[in-house]
């Protein structure tokens, strides 16, 4: 029966790999550990938008009013963007950042970009899975074709993150994803990765016969395949261990030292701050690298520097001394860290390191709160850099 609409209850979306770990094994987990090569269910999705552009070029010539022809001169644009409540850092781990384990010593932490940096965990496959009309896409047992679509995006590269939490909503994470293909399956079980040769657009396929393959009656010049796993409520598996399933307002505290320490240019006292919302986001562009020969890139490298951003808003409480003209004795380095809790105690955190005041921008109105927005900024180092750029630790929750 044909559905009337899709709705969420009936959508799940997954992150993978491009293509398995040793360039031949699909992603369906044979012979391979599947928390490494299968596709992974993010958790506590609240929205979903993709879409694809194929840019064209006129071909022209006297003698003809209209092109001739308008021909496809640039690889087309796949879009995909999605946000998440924050629970603990499960999606950020199948997202491919590096996240370092829980307990890590500050003056230690390394990247949240380190694998991407090493071309490690650059690239990911994402699908977005819908079940039959009116059923819930998680614990849906029914592997059917006619019961389960597929839209996959393949070889996709994150462009920008952004994590925000406000007084009143639940901290919240978006992410932008540019990718280069977009395939539609009917089924969700032994489809081919959506995953293309960036160079020449082709499928990806076997190239080398192992056991895992003859044991599976494949052969040389088959398609990669994917299973998509069944979706579930908590795919982190330990969320409900300490009876939480997001991060509250009360659960969100903030490390920021003095502005200014003793010189105090900020005005601000920050121990008597009552802190309103906080806003972290980056952005990852990338170059697309081109040669004759290839009909597309054959790689898209991040441009750097990339800079982080931090936004922190509060409610004025005391004043202290100080003086602008300051800054130039006194033009300190910041370490903030938002630490989101679970049962009282820290269960994730983000670190920007090494961040310089910016800009601090005070608003006072008949009928609110004097209110101070202090805005930072920060660059990302290299994968050996533990004291400047951004960082997250804390609860990964593997399934």
Known sequence: ??????????????????????????????????????????????????????ARQDVNQFGNLAAIDRVI???PTVSLDFSYYLCDFHNEDKLGYSVNADGTDRTNLSSAIASMLTQTTDERNYYIRTVKEGNDASNYNDVTD????V??????????????????????????????????????????????????????????????????????????????PKAVTNPGGEVDSKGQTVIRPGDITLDIPAIGGAQGMGGVSISDAKIQSYS????????????????????????????VTMSIDASLGDLVTGDLSNVFDNDSDYDLYVNLKKGGARHCAYALKGAKLDSQEFSSAIGDNKSVTLNFSAQIGSTASSDAGFMMSGSVAHA
Do not use: C, W
Request: charged share 25%.
């Open 1 to 54: 029966m044909a559905r009337n609409r899709i709705i969420y209850q009936s959508e799940a979306l997954y992150a993978g790999r491009d293509k398995p770990a040793d360039g031949y094994i699909d992603e369906t987990g044979i012979n391979t550990v599947p928390g490494d090569n299968r596709p992974q269910q993010l958790q506590r999705v609240q929205s979903a938008n993709y879409s694809f552009e194929v």
């Open 73 to 75: 001169l640039e690889q």
């Open 146 to 149: 006619a019961n389960n679509d």
């Open 151 to 228: 839209i996959a995006i393949g070889n996709g590269f994150m462009s920008s993150y952004s994590s925000e939490g406000s007084v009143g909503d639940f901290a919240t994470a978006n992410v932008t994803v540019e990718a280069l293909n977009m395939a539609f399956f009917e089924g969700a079980y032994h489809k081919r990765l959506p995953s293309v040769d960036p160079e020449t657009g082709a499928i990806l396929k076997i190239t080398t016969l192992t056991a895992a393959h003859a044991a599976d009656s494949r052969s040389v010049g088959d398609e990669l395949k994917f299973d998509l």
């Open 280 to 307: 972290l986001n980056f952005d990852l562009a990338r170059t697309p690298l081109e040669r004759l020969g290839s009909k597309f890139a054959f790689s898209r490298e991040v441009d750097f520097p990339v800079t």
